[in-house]
């Protein structure tokens, strides 16, 4: 932390000799947000490793597609069951304190995997619990961290902070993999889960550091009553609806790809670890350029039109990446769809965070998780099961044209809303 502090000193200086930049990334020059937004790029980081490591260790044990899906389902299963009993929690306690909380849970199931690595005991169930268990912490953490950015920062910055945190992310999305697969190859498997562990202490720090503790919106008031006041909301605002309704059509049958990565990389590309990771870090690159091409920009004009766009350039990619066996022009593809989707979720999320009421933002973001994690236990396990009955090349195909067909009647869809 001294580092980090000592860089937010010569960043202020800087600061107050180019204010005229301030509108390009506004939001960091907020402290609380800029502290947040600095401890997450390393945490991150450590996220998206623990993530590849586990579904490399997925496949070095059980060799099957079905397993991958299976796993992948359990850590999101949770935020099915949940995420709505979470974004009433931000709406009701502070959003730091719940975060500071889900922090430190979240080094347990990293830790865990790592001793029964290094004690040679790890088997798959032991991947499913922990991966249930960091599902359901992240059912807790996802709504408020997404409400507490949006009281972190002015309405005004609401765009450019939302992106930003995309930077963090998607930076991870490519620094997270590669770092993987070089420890991986070098030291181990249980490096990666270890270095994880150590990763949220960043966080942590940073969250004890932040004035802002989220303000509490609701008190006394019922779940039931509490979740049909979002309800009700997301069914009058129709354009809140039909975006909700395309991000769970992805989640079900377009993120899937990404379970499956460690076996296209393996019998349809023939390509070990490094290549897997390569993979990965290209979604992420994609991802990132989407997040830093919205931060630049500072807001988004004709956000209709960027949903519309990121929309079919994610479900035809996908279509790209079932059709090639060729390791470069995969990545070329894979990169795309990482644009693509990052680009929409994006724009959703500003989409709605401008639109919705700030008592009802905890609960609304948490529909936005259901919608966008909360499905892809769903979508991991059919993907899963699909992918060990028709193949994984078959399933992949088939995905891609249902989120290309389910992108044309939203733009459709769209369009019509706008006229009205």
Known sequence: MPFILNFLVLYDIHYNKSMQNRHRFSSLYLRDFRVFWLSQLLSLSGTWMHSAAQSWLVYLLTKSPLYLGLIAALSSLPIL???LVGGMFADRYPKRDIL??????????ALGIAILIDMEMVMIWHIGFFAFFLGLINAFDVPARHAFIGELVEK??????????SVAFNSARIVGPLIAGFVIALVGLQTCFYLNALSFIPVIAALLTIRSKGAIRIHNEGFLSNIMAATTFIVKEKSILNIMFLIAIFSLFGLPYITLLPVIASEMLNVDV??????LACSGAGSLLAALTIAYRGEIGQRTNYLIISAMIFSFSLIGISNSGNFYLSCGFITMTGWGVTSFLATSNIYIQHSVINSLRGRVMSFYTLVFLGFL???NAIAGFTANILGTISTLKIFSIFCVVCSILFALKLKTLEKV
């Open 156 to 165: 005004a910055d609401i765009t450019n902070a939302i992106a930003l945190n």
């Open 100 to 109: 500071i909380v889900t922090q430190l849970l979240s080094m347990v199931p």
């Open 81 to 83: 069951l949940f995420t």
């Open 274 to 279: 490094e290549g897997f990771s390569i993979l």
């Open 377 to 379: 236990p769903v979508g």
